[in-house]
């Protein structure tokens, strides 16, 4: 269920009504649940707040909310904040009815016994659409851990504008720009369906005709990006992503550009690679399903066809005025060999290692 500003967010009142205790996984997000405290009042609910957690969030603080959960014998969960609330959030859930204490992971490695805990998450960011799929990355011991469970998909989303009113206006590009690359890789995907096709075209569609009011900060505009970035949750919660995805990881730890950033800088060059390139498919709906697919993305994106769709996509980039990072040839080596082969199967097209320096000399400068 989606709660909104419509019919000021009654939808709330009803998921709050029948919870004694909710464990709310936050950030410094809290501010953002202040117009909602006279709701609050109103309802015999307590909420027992769980902060100790960082962006790129340990597993350790992950056992730490679980502990708190059990502990206070809470009934439920909410999460408010961007992708690493949510997704601390999303793993608390799923390991809260777990044997053990998780020492050492041993939850890392468990059976996941599915559970209905109700799960209700507001995204402050509109970007990842965390709050739609069924991926969680948290690290253990430094390396990324990539949880993915069914059971862990929020069944509630409060979507207010006025949480993303104060967000800097670079954050606000970055994660208008994941969202844009969720939806056109998942409609390029060799794993899309006809449902997550017609998420993609509409969440494409919605980054498109609000992307100025958004930026200019309007509340139509913010409230479209929200349902923007939560439909392109959709759509990867089918299909996963693609090449574009697999190649932004490395730029944004060598050049500290945010995660949306790096990604738009790799989809808007693999986009018209891959138009010349279609003979290289690898979809089994073939070559000229292919076509079809990448011409489509275009009409998406407000063009005539495919060749104009990368053009607009170009336009886009440019009118956001990102930077495009400075590479040296050793920073092209360890460019080369740092994409996730797993992300690439999803890729229409075969990419090999000559091809993607090729194109990562394409993207920076
Ligand atoms: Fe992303």
Known sequence: MIITSANNYEGLDTWLSDKKKVLLVCDDSLKFLDKFTAK????????????????????????????LYLDEGCDSIMAVGGGSAI??????????????????????????????????????????GSEATRYAVIYYEGAKQSITSESFIPDTVLMDPDALKTLPLYQKKA??????????????????????????????????DNMDGYLNNTEEGRINMLRAANTAGKAINITQTTAGHAMCYKITSLFGC?????????DRILYPWMIDNTDKCIDPRGEDYLTQTLNDIGLALGAEDAKSGTRKLQDIFDKLQLEIPAADEEQYE??????????????????????????????LT
């Open 40 to 67: 609050l009042k109103t309802v015999d609910t307590t909420l027992v707040r769980f902060s100790d957690f960082k962006p790129n969030p340990i597993y350790d603080s992950v056992v730490k909310g679980v502990r």
């Open 87 to 128: 997704d601390v959030a999303k793993t608390i859930k799923l390991y809260s009815n777990l044997p053990g204490n998780g020492e050492d992971g041993s939850w890392l490695k468990a059976d996941v016994i599915p559970n209905t805990i109700p799960f209700l998450a507001m995204p402050t960011t509109a970007g990842t």
């Open 175 to 208: 994660t208008m720009c994941d969202a844009l690359c969720h939806a056109i890789e998942s409609y390029w995907s060799v794993n899309s369906t006809d449902e997550s096709k017609e998420y993609s075209k509409e969440a494409i569609r919605l980054v498109v």
């Open 258 to 266: 945010a995660h949306g950033h790096a990604a738009i800088l790799c």
């Open 334 to 363: 360890e460019l080369k060999t740092s994409v996730n082969p797993v992300r690439l199967k999803n890729h229409p097209i075969a990419l090999d290692e000559e091809t993607i320096n090729k194109l990562y000399h394409e993207v």
